[in-house]
């Protein structure tokens, strides 16, 4: 089945400790995307590539890095920088970033984070 | 600024009355527009999109959408709710700005249907 898939579905993160959350596509998308959702609150943006080994920050890039050495993959690290990293994180692709149809975003279905 | 607004934070109906979803939105130009819907604990799922084409868009599972340029509005429909519409829906705005193309999210309107 083509997706994208997000792990783990739920972590719990230390003070002080840096946690990486893994997104995996296999459809052949070159962007991939990170957001962040808090409650009552629509999807902010935290980092995103428009194609491998490039990526930019979003809105909400402090406290957070990410790499793209594959196309399939694009793990965020939420670090210890980050000080109110409970949230809801989302990982979406798409064929490109171009503002036509082959925009459209999909989702994985998401990592809930904890502080313990 | 770009911005997109849903007027209601929940709405409650019955199963097999019509659904109404309101968004209106701000833009500069004539902006793609998108329905979400997100199940308790899911990632989102696209319900339908506006690319300049046709003003009424049909999606998924019955839900359509106008798009009104003269009300700046894109608001959602559908004609008779059922069980398994309850969830959370999410207007979207796409927008180029800063050298890419972004989306901005309204902040959600959560759905209950009662039987």
């Known amino acids: 089945d083509g997706g994208i898939t997000q792990s783990p579905k739920y972590l719990f993160r230390k003070e002080g400790q840096n946690v990486t959350l893994s997104c995996e596509q296999n459809l052949n998308h070159d962007a991939m995307y990170w957001y962040r959702q808090d409650p009552g609150q629509g999807l902010r943006l935290i980092y995103y590539s428009q194609i491998v080994n490039d990526f930019q920050k979003g809105d909400i890039a402090e406290g957070y890095s990410v790499s793209r050495e594959k196309k399939e993959s694009f793990p965020l690290t939420v670090t210890s920088a980050q000080k109110n990293p409970t949230a809801f994180y989302l990982c979406a692709s798409s064929i490109d970033n171009s503002g036509g149809a082959k925009n459209i975003q999909y989702f994985g279905a998401g990592t809930r984070l904890s502080v313990l | ?115």
């Open chain 2, 1 to 115: 600024a770009q911005s997109v607004t849903q007027l209601d934070s929940h709405v409650s109906v019955s199963e097999g009355t019509p659904v109404l979803l309101r968004c209106n939105y701000s833009s500069s130009y004539s902006p793609s527009l998108f329905w979400y819907v997100q199940h308790p604990n899911k990632g989102l799922q696209l319900l339908l999109k506006y690319t300049s084409a046709a003003t009424l868009v049909k999606g998924i599972n019955g839900f359509e959408a106008e798009f009104k340029k003269s009300e700046t509005s894109f608001h959602l429909t559908k004609p008779s709710a059922h069980m398994s519409d309850a969830a959370e829906y999410f207007c979207v705005v796409r927008l180029f700005s800063g050298g890419y193309n972004k989306l901005i999210f309204g902040a959600g309107t959560r759905l209950a249907v009662h039987p």
